[in-house]
């Protein structure tokens, strides 16, 4: 876990430039970029997706899907190549028996070169002022900064 946090440190500096003043005008870049839209139509290929992506809150594109009758969400950073799977209000890993039913999508994700975080990667805090994200007194974590101060694992 350690070189991943310090992976996960460099792409966030890289992507914000000051943590205590950060730049936001990579969210859009990213968003368009050629990486995601070609991701985003292959993703497209094997679901019915619903975007509930909002950049003007969260630095991630929030997808929708149906998996058994039951909302499945993947959520892809836009700092950098980080991901997460989110079902039955549970973050799913590579320990999950649905991570092993969906190999098309975490292919996919292969591919493009997302890696995809467990519960314990995406709770790990980084010791900033959260202020500067319009986040006062909200401990800056991992999730909240790759993906969204809006969301909650548990």
Not at 44 to 62: G, M, P, Q, R, W
Not at 70 to 99: H, R
Not at 101 to 114: A, G, V
Not at 133 to 140: L, T
Request: with cysteine; glycine share 2%.
């Amino acid at each position: 876990m350690h070189i991943q946090r310090e992976k996960i440190l460099y792409a966030l500096q890289k992507a914000y430039g000051d943590l205590s003043n950060p730049d936001f005008h990579f969210v859009m870049e990213s968003y368009n970029s050629l990486k995601y839209k070609c991701l985003l139509n292959d993703i497209h290929a094997l679901f019915k997706v619903e975007d509930n992506t909002d950049l003007n809150y969260d630095v991630c594109i929030s997808l929708k899907f149906n998996y058994h009758n039951k909302s499945m969400y993947l959520y892809l950073s836009l700092v950098s190549a980080y991901a997460f799977l989110f079902y039955e209000n549970k973050v799913i890993d590579c320990n999950d028996d649905i991570y092993q039913i969906l190999p098309e999508l975490i292919d996919i994700l292969h591919d493009y070169h997302f890696v995809l975080l467990n519960k314990n990667e995406l709770l790990y805090t980084v010791d900033i002022n959260s202020s500067a994200f319009g986040f006062e007194g909200k401990k800056a974590s991992v999730l909240a900064l790759l993906f969204s101060f809006g969301l909650s694992v548990n």
